[in-house]
């Protein structure tokens, strides 16, 4: 069946017949076409070794006022973080609160004091640096971990989008030929092509880090994942 290409855009038919589904539209992007169209959503995932980690550590302090929370911090903020850099690490945040801490028990909620909280961030393209950070951050004062984040520089990430981008479309053009071969018909060339991607970083909180024998902090990164879905529209021959 061939259809007329609809005079406002965005107006989309919907034909099924024996289950399958054909898009009949004029999406404003393309020269009207007398041919049908197929619409397909395909979904892509790439895997790569991470080659970034961002270690995250806080010293804290608590007091019954603020001035004492701060007097009361356990580190030196410059202190850990010069340890950080001599280590080869790059220093990319630090951050300094306070604020009212809270107990609760059954009459209520109650201030008890005040907590004050220095935190320090720093990466390294050394990812199996990760653990000796945190060993050099708690040796210069830090006693709380926050957290530590692997992931992809940008030349890593735009090659693995680019895989990603390049493996979905494939697979949208083979879904988009099985239904098109189910009705008699042949894929054409791509009317109207939408892309999304994303990466997902590994994150350990602290409850995942392991000493090894000799005390020291040991983590095994997972793989870093890059995500890539598409819409397509085919014209169909």
Known sequence: MVSRPLAIAGVLALLVAGGVGFAFADTGAVAPSTNSTVSVNADATVERAPDRATVTVAAVGRGETAEAARNNL???????????????????????QIRPEYEESREGREQVGYVAIHTVEAETSDVAAAGTLID???????????????SLSEETQQAAR??????????ARTDAEVVAAAEGRSVGDAVTVQ???????????????????????????????VDASVSVTYELE
């Open 74 to 96: 356990s580190g030196d903020a410059e202190a850990i973080t010069s340890a950080l850099e001599d280590e080869g690490a790059n220093v990319t945040s630090s951050r300094f």
């Open 136 to 150: 050099t951050a708690v040796d210069a004062g830090a006693d709380r971990v926050e957290g530590v984040r692997y």
């Open 162 to 171: 680019e895989e990603a981008l390049t493996t979905v479309m494939n697979n």
């Open 195 to 225: 892309t999304s991607d994303h990466g997902r970083p590994v994150v350990y909180e602290a409850a995942a880090y392991a000493g090894d024998a000799g005390g020291r902090t040991n983590i095994q990164p997972g793989e870093v994942t």
